[in-house]
């Protein structure tokens, strides 16, 4: 027996989770649901059919786990919430802001459906999450840190991409490895928002454009560059797409602590990501909360989860005794 | 009301239970039982006594969790089932090929006794296991590496003092830089005990011993030295006083994996420790599951878990509701 999964949309987070699936051999995908015309839609996986997310009810049976691939400003608040009615959920909400609000609207749904969802699943909300909460229980005395990158931010290219003037674009955060030394050192310094990442950006010009207005708009745009020491290269379509067109991330978790006590010991806990691909791997933690959920829902567990209410062992195709032998 | 800790034993891992407990406001360390004479055995905590094990009946209702700082060779195998027979119990058994025999005599005790059990916190096991788990489960396709150190190996130091002629030592453990350097650049290279360790000693002379045999013994030591690049430092009682009195330790694990249908990213996970103190570490990781047992005890849970069935959140002094609004 298998878990059978559906996605619900198909963009660069649900094609993530597609292929992720291929990875785990208990799980089947069954179904995919979208908002457009289902048959303008190709998946990859063969025979899977492709159905309009208005149907999703016809599938109340026939499905383990519903994996969200939308995104946070506007998709999941609505989505999630909806779709916990009829499914267990998983979903990669990030908007940190609004996290509890989004679990009080998953988390009724849920209960009064009797199905299971977790929430803000992936790598920032999700596995940095929980390395920030295992180090501040373990290390109580310290301070965290957190740095981005190097990868592409998709909110910030897309900001750039709505100056008048500019065809594409791709921006790179990129941590200051001389902050991070100094925070590994566990000399818990301050830092500011420009001493922590610079950002790099690669622009291609419509024909005509002023590339000195361009180049001043962005650096001076205020939130997304303005705190920041910025760079930016004009560079052809092609060398757009030659040499931008992944979308690698990452970044690093550290706490820097204290213990003994006259708090005589420094510790430096640090967990890192490296990422070819940040919806690839995106898609590869919510199949293994899909995973979590099919299983704690078995138990007969109900309501909302963030990823620090969900034990390591039920993200495993390994049995706990297996697991014992094999990882602990 | 807080939660009501003792400590079996009183050596340095105690000590690190005994001071992480001052980092924890809502614990407070109730007594400590030891094998010797109670009255030879001074703890830093005020007001709290020192009772001999054979007593440990008469404090049934009167600790929720009983810390075991015992050695894993003789100590835990029989103190963490039979004192499992009188309460909640976290133990720090760190025997990675005899876990599971452990685990199930605890387990039987334990559910005998409807009491709850944690064993293998620590950080290998422990926090090791954890990031293993999580690892492995995100990135089925994949490579686990872990490096130790730099840090003191007990075992090694005592290995070096059972030479004759030599006085004191002390041993470090030292991941080969290079060999990190491949495992992070996703090369998945199959690395040999030489490879990924060396090892250096500071060893004291007893007057009149013969350093170039006391060298040779060192280095040809079956198992402990004779697979790995062995530097020896012949030094006086002094410096070794002086500089090589702390027990700092540390490591790395990492999973370096591929995602996407045709495994064409690649992905590198990495968690490490750098502590100036193995057991005051140590001792906080026992003091953050002593709080988890805790909670699932009150639950009605019982029976032995390792880390890998304990949801983050439990380890953590704030509620569920804080940790989604401040660590989510």
């Known amino acids: 027996m298998t878990i059978r999964i559906g996605i619900l949309g198909y963009g660069n987070l649900s094609r993530g989770v597609e292929s992720a699936i291929t990875h785990n051999p208990d799980m089947e995908l069954v179904v995919v649901f979208t908002r457009r015309d289902p ?43 909806a779709f916990a009615e009829l499914f267990n959920v998983v979903d990669s909400f990030d908007t940190h802001a609004v996290i509890p609000q989004h ?27 929980i390395n920030r ?23 910030h290219s897309d900001a750039i991409r709505r100056i008048p003037g500019v065809r594409d674009a791709r921006q790179y955060t990129v941590p200051v490895e001389s902050a991070l030394e100094a925070v ?24 005509g454009a002023d590339a000195a207005r361009v180049e001043s708009e962005i650096k001076n745009m ?25 979308l690698p991330h990452g970044g690093f978790v550290i706490r820097s602590g204290t213990t003994g006590t006259d708090n005589e010991f420094k510790d430096v806990i640090e967990y890192s990501l490296k990422l070819d691909s940040n919806p690839a791997f995106t898609g590869s933690v919510l199949v293994a909360y ?3 959920v099919y299983r704690l829902s078995q138990e007969g567990q109900t309501g909302c989860r ?6 390591p062992s039920y993200l495993s195709i390994l049995s706990p ?8």
Chains 1, 2 share one sequence.
């Open 222 to 246: 205020p939130n997304y560059f303005a705190d920041y020491d910025t760079t930016v290269h004009f560079v052809s379509e092609e060398t757009l797409a030659k040499e931008h067109s992944g």
């Open 321 to 328: 005794a297996e697991l014992r032998k094999t990882l602990v």
């Open 133 to 155: 909460a295992y180090a501040n229980a373990i290390l109580p005395q310290g301070k965290d840190y957190t740095f981005w990158g190097k990868g592409v931010s998709q909110g």
């Open 290 to 292: 899909a995973r979590a």
């Open 39 to 81: 048959s303008s839609v190709k998946i990859r996986t063969p025979g899977v059919p492709v159905v309009s997310d208005g149907e999703a009810i016809a599938w109340k049976d026939k499905i383990d786990v519903l994996i969200l691939g939308g995104g946070s400003a506007t998709d999941l608040p609505k989505q999630t919430p």
């Open 184 to 207: 590994r050192s566990g000399s818990n310094p301050e830092l500011t928002t420009r001493q922590k990442h610079t950002r790099e950006c690669f622009v291609v010009l419509r024909e």
């Open 103 to 129: 679990f009080d609207n998953v988390d009724s749904a849920a209960k009064n459906s009797k199905h299971l969802a977790v929430i803000c699943c992936g790598w920032d909300p999700g596995m940095f999450s």
């Open 306 to 311: 963030t990823v620090l209410d969900i034990a």
